[in-house]
């Protein structure tokens, strides 16, 4: 198999690491199949397979100006789920957890008809989706 292509990782510069590690810790591995790969005063990863998420604390000189995922750059990160059951029960534990969930009015169906789905913020608030890959 050909390796070209596939994302082999994705750095995130964050506001407040230990809040950060706190949410994306407990998403990556305890709902999906991710591990800590390293750890170090300023930043962690997350490794699956041969992709990882790293989380890094931006300089408090780069503070100034707050993440805005309507600004230029990212967006959101999407993640596969195999069902249903998956998604409902993660959007229970998101409301535990008080994390905001988007698009309430259109859960679980915010991305359209075909689509199930829900969508919320990390302390940064960059918007993940968890969404039924059928």
Not at 55 to 78: C, F, M, S, W
Not at 100 to 128: C, M, Q, S, W
Request: charged share 30%; with cysteine; glycine share 4%.
């Amino acid at each position: 198999m050909k390796q070209s292509g596939i994302i082999h990782h994705i750095e995130i510069y964050v506001s407040d690491l230990k809040k950060s590690i706190s949410f994306w810790k407990w998403l990556l591995t305890k709902k999906f199949s991710y591990e800590i790969f390293e750890k170090w005063d300023r930043g962690i990863s997350f490794i699956f397979g041969k992709t990882y998420i790293v989380l890094v604390q931006t300089e408090k000189k780069y503070l100034d100006v707050p993440y805005n995922r309507k600004r230029t750059g990212l967006n959101h990160i999407a993640f596969h789920c195999t069902s249903r059951k998956f998604i409902d029960k993660l959007t229970e534990e998101l409301k535990k957890k008080k994390i905001r969930i988007l698009y309430t009015d259109k859960h679980p169906y915010a991305g359209g008809k075909n689509y199930y789905a829900v969508f919320f913020e990390d302390p940064d608030r960059i918007k993940v989706e968890v969404v039924l890959s059928e």
